[in-house]
């Protein structure tokens, strides 16, 4: 589960990491009184940010300092006023709907932090770099001797002799040092507790050196956290977080029918059981020279209220062309999966070829029922095999 920068940065302050005061705006007047309260303090320089579930909204445009209430009520506008495209969202972009107001800082360094699992050693990682601001891939592909990585204890998590020798580094100084441990610790501990299955501050700054902090300050001025869905059951509250605005509305609609549902590109609809029989039977889609439009996993048990519902899905996409179904009944048997597939497939209705392949228990049963069925579902075709399948559906749609 993915949240908002303004939501993350709450999380931040809340495991004391130092962040610049922000205000949440929804609107070019909002957005001015956000800049109004903030100009309070004396500083005038403020950040307008649009917030959406994409990086890279700093090249975007979606990314504006302003120094006067006028400059933040325009860059609100501007933002508002039409889908953001990053490197992240696609051509088609993402519609603005909240900003945020954030006091804006002087910038002398700018650093990445980040924490994720890794797989290899099957624990979570703290991944540092003194090139901030810019996108971690990047810099992993053009200079990966400036990443440094530091495994962190799922139990004790990030030790302060870790945090000091990734601090010295990357080439903090003085009583930065300290600062920059102290933000590590406590990400990797805000990490762990939340669940998290990635945590980034980037970039993390070092403001100039001024008479009041004359090693310069350590702050947070972008945040990232991703959570790990199979743990929100633990964390109410950050579940609560989540935006349905920004969720594709079909994978939203999948999830309340207990479907996993993922929307992709290509022309051929796919029912599954199993995420890894899903996975194959992409696999397999691509092997014979088509693209798959998704991978769905209907669970073990397949009842007909959540296949009428995965086909209406599947079938929403102006992109498909041809559904494959492959079942395998195991702990549901095939001929009631089968009798499900065919009064969903009457009901929602079938226009474009669909083939269908069952095996398991039951199975002798399901294919009769499937053949009783065809003349009411005259794109139907029936195939015993896998490959017998794939070439089936990919025939048809060709
Ligand atoms: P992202 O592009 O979506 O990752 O958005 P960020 O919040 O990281 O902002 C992008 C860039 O804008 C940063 O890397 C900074 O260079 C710049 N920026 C953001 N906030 C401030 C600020 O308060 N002061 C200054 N000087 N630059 C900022
Ligand atoms: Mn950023």
Redesign the pocket.
């Known amino acids: 589960m993915k949240i908002h920068e303004y939501q993350a940065r709450e999380l931040l302050a809340q495991f004391n990491i130092p962040v610049p005061p922000a205000q949440v705006a929804d609107s070019p007047d909002t957005a001015a009184d956000a800049y109004d309260k903030l100009a309070v303090n004396g500083a005038s320089l403020a950040v307008v940010k649009a917030q959406v579930h994409a ?1 890279g909204r ?1 090249k975007a445009g979606g990314v504006k300092l302003v120094r006067s209430t006028t400059e933040a009520r325009d860059a609100a506008q501007t933002i508002l006023s039409k889908p953001l495209v990053t490197h992240q969202t696609g051509p088609q972009g993402v519609v603005v709907r909240k900003l945020l107001v954030a006091a804006g800082v002087d910038i002398a360094r700018e650093y990445y932090l980040g924490l994720a699992v890794d797989r290899a050693s099957g624990r979570p990682v703290l991944i540092a770099s003194s090139q901030g601001g810019v996108e971690i891939e990047t810099v992993a592909a053009d200079n990966p001797q400036a990443i440094f990585r530091e495994p962190v204890s799922p139990t004790t998590g990030l030790q302060p002799f870790q945090a000091r020798k990734v601090a010295f580094r990357l080439g903090f100084l003085g009583k930065q040092v300290s600062q920059a441990a102290r933000i590590m610790i406590q990400l990797a501990d805000l990490f762990l507790k939340t669940d998290a299955s990635l945590a980034e501050i ?2 993390l700054i070092v403001t100039p050196a001024t008479d009041e902090h004359p090693d310069g300050q350590v702050l947070a001025i ?1 945040a990232k956290l991703n959570f790990d869905d199979n743990a929100l059951a633990r964390h109410p509250d950050l579940a609560q977080l989540a935006d349905p605005d920004e969720q594709d509305p079909a994978e939203a609609r999948a999830k309340q029918y207990g479907l996993s549902y993922i929307k992709l590109d290509g022309a051929i609809g796919c029912l599954v059981n199993g995420a890894g029989l899903a996975m194959a039977t992409m696999d397999l889609i691509k092997l014979h020279g088509q693209e798959p439009a998704n991978f769905l996993d209907v669970g073990g048990s397949a009842s007909e209220q959540a296949v009428t519902e995965a086909f209406r899905i599947i079938l929403a996409d102006a992109n498909v062309t041809g559904v494959l179904v492959n079942i395998f009944g195991g702990i549901a048997k095939c001929d009631i999966i089968a009798n499900a597939i065919v009064a969903a497939a009457r009901e929602v209705g079938f226009k474009v070829p669909l083939v269908i392949r069952l095996e398991g228990t039951h199975v002798e049963l399901a294919r009769e029922i499937i053949e009783k069925a065809k003349p009411s579902l005259p794109t139907l075709q029936i195939s015993t095999d896998l490959t017998d399948a794939a070439q089936k559906i990919t025939a048809a749609v060709a």
């Open positions: 990086g700093g980037n970039p972008d």
